[in-house]
């Protein structure tokens, strides 16, 4: 009688988390066709407003918000609001005309920071596809693993596989742990000081206008470390956003 209690407790917990999961992504599109709809009807500010609400509070996007938020700020004038929209959309989907468009908008207003290679490019569709990857990675190690302990129950050699078994192993390892720390800061605040130091009593490196594009090399608790013209410098987290 105990377990069966249990059994519909849990049910009900189920049940609840479902139909809430379901109400908070119906109450997401509703905002975001209300939105479309404003903005077809060239209402940009109030399409902004919801677009900006989902994504500042609850971190949630469309791949074509973001494109209409950036064409929102490019209109306003705001070039590094924009900027840090479509690099937003150009993580996870990097595409030749996004990164067309951002190039074009860097250079028309001398932002640094945005030459984008092929190694980058390649970097993006990683990132993109990353926890498919991994998962393929994973799978991949079960069948090595596997053939190990058959071979190891029927004291046949073990010949290569415990190599191949150990490499997945480490690449999953680097990809947990490694792959997704390569990050970007936009700079914000026209004027903003770079310190040699993490700490507001360092000596001030230089100061930078808004819209720059920084490499993220580490981070305190009120600091990243970034590159500047190949030298390690500070900003402080409140004068940046940061692609992640």
């Excluded at 404003?38 to 971190?59: M, P, R, V, W």
């Excluded at 932002?111 to 998962?135: P, T």
């Excluded at 046949?156 to 720390?181: D, Q, R, S």
Aim: hydrophobic share 45%; proline share 3%; aromatic share 18%.
């Amino acid at each position: 009688m105990q377990k069966l209690a249990q059994k519909k407790f849990t049910f009900f917990l189920f049940i609840i988390f479902f139909l809430g999961q379901n109400a908070y992504s119906q109450d997401f599109y509703q905002k975001i066709n209300f939105a479309d709809s404003l903005f077809a009807k060239q209402q940009y500010g109030k399409a902004y407003t919801i677009y900006d609400s989902l994504l500042s509070q609850k971190h949630l996007y469309t791949n074509q918000m973001l494109l209409k938020m950036a064409f929102v700020k490019e209109k306003n004038n705001e070039i590094p609001k924009a900027l840090y929209l479509l690099n937003l959309y150009y993580e996870y989907n990097p595409s030749p005309f996004v990164e067309r468009k951002i190039t074009e908008l860097a250079k028309r207003n001398e932002y640094s920071g945005y030459q984008f290679g092929e190694f980058e490019f390649i970097f993006m569709l990683y990132r993109k596809y990353f926890d498919y990857v991994l998962a393929a990675i994973l799978l991949f190690c079960v069948l090595p693993f596997s053939t190990i302990i058959k071979n190891k129950l029927r004291n046949e050699p073990l010949t290569y596989k415990p190599m191949v078994f150990i490499v997945l192993l480490c690449i999953v390892y680097y990809g947990i742990n490694y792959a997704k720390i390569y990050r970007y800061a936009i700079v914000m605040n026209q004027h903003t000081y770079l310190m040699a130091a993490p700490s507001a009593a360092a000596s001030v490196q230089e100061i930078i206008g808004d819209g720059h594009r920084l490499p993220i090399e580490a981070e305190t608790d009120m600091w990243y470390e970034v590159k500047w013209n190949d030298k390690v410098a500070y900003v402080n987290k409140n004068n940046v956003e940061v692609l992640q």
